[in-house]
């Protein structure tokens, strides 16, 4: 019986994640394109001057510090 609770816990934890990592996804998107790809449990962005924009674009810093 606790597996099965167990298992339920880790379940709608990671489809919490997976939630989660889409609405990021879909905030960078707006902010950079479609360079934005969701590769298991990370979300990716890339393309050229991405570091540039980020060090210049406050809004991308902001959308940062909220994934730690």
Known sequence: MIEKL????????????RRK????????RTLVGNSVHVEGAQVRV?????????LV???????GGGLK
């Open 57 to 63: 674009d406050p809004s991308l810093r902001f959308l």
């Open 46 to 54: 890339v393309g050229r001057g991405i570091i540039r924009r980020w």
């Open 21 to 28: 990592l889409g609405q990021i996804a879909e905030q960078l």
């Open 6 to 17: 167990v298992r339920r816990g880790e379940e709608i934890a990671a489809a919490a994640q």
